[in-house]
């Protein structure tokens, strides 16, 4: 995929925004039936607002546009995060899994070109990449031998995931 600096930005400040999101349907949903994952998706919704306030921070600094359509971005992750919620503990890892998998391996695709165009953007995108992979392995630990519904609700968010990513490249 060709590369901008402005581009880069702005598609992971929005998805940043989108996953903090997820997260947030996600723990409402695991609060109120009262399901432990709750603890742990706080823990990795922290770290989506700390990725977030890094490309928002860089995005200010550079006075670069960021995403036309924030709301798409907080209707869009809410629904996504809670409608796999209710098929519990499970679908909500599965959906951390394929959410978390298309995001490394989308900031990975940026790793090179940001180190040889862009040295500030490719230490901001270095410093989030191993909170993903590690979101990633977490939730694939955490959700054990997936369900047969547990396969659909993967490969349906990974689709999603990555028309989201594709679309906000183009908001
Ligand atoms: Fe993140
Ligand atoms: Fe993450």
């Not at 770290?47 to 036309?68: G, P, Q």
């Not at 978390?100 to 989030?128: G, K, S």
């Amino acid at each position: 995929m060709s590369h901008t600096s402005e581009t880069i930005l702005k598609v992971n400040h929005a998805g940043e925004y989108g996953a903090i999101q997820i997260y947030r349907a996600q723990i409402a949903v695991a609060r109120l039936m009262g399901w432990p994952c709750a603890v742990e998706l706080q823990h990795m919704q922290a770290h989506e607002r700390e990725h977030f306030a890094i490309f928002d921070a860089l995005a200010k600094a550079r006075t670069s546009r960021t995403c036309h359509a924030p709301w798409l971005w907080a209707a869009g992750g809410y629904a996504l995060g809670f409608v796999t919620a209710l098929f519990g503990e499970k679908g909500i890892w599965s959906c951390t899994i394929a959410v978390e998998r298309n995001v490394f391996t989308h900031l990975e695709d940026q790793l090179d070109w940001t180190a040889q165009h862009d040295r500030e953007l490719h230490a901001a995108v270095q410093a989030i990449i191993e909170d993903e992979a590690a979101h990633r392995d977490e939730a694939t630990a955490h959700r054990g031998a997936p369900r047969v519904i547990d396969g659909v609700l993967e490969a349906l968010v990974g689709r999603t995931t990555k028309f989201a990513i594709w679309l906000s490249h183009r908001l």
